[in-house]
């Protein structure tokens, strides 16, 4: 597993009050049953902090799962 994807697993756990060991790179709204919509945007509000990235808003509902977080678009 990349650095990038352990450092958004530990963003993730971190909103969810969840161990890392509880996630991994399939882990989603369909398989987190804490990852409700107000977690969602908690999520997308951190991945922005620790990556110092923008995320482009139209791909807010891209960031259902750890394995999309990578792919959305950042500016």
């Known amino acids: 597993m ?4 352990k450092k958004i697993i530990n963003v ?3 909103c969810l009050n969840l161990k890392e060991g509880d996630l991994d790179f ?3 709204r369909k398989n987190i049953k804490k990852w409700d919509s ?3 945007v908690k999520i997308m509000i951190q991945i922005e ?3 110092n990235v923008k995320i482009n808003p139209k791909d807010y509902e891209k960031i ?4 999309n977080i990578p792919s959305v678009q950042l500016f």
């Open 2 to 5: 990349d650095n990038k994807i």
């Open 12 to 14: 993730v756990s971190k």
């Open 26 to 28: 399939n882990s989603s």
């Open 38 to 40: 107000l977690n969602q």
């Open 49 to 51: 902090k620790n990556f």
């Open 64 to 67: 259902t799962s750890i394995k």
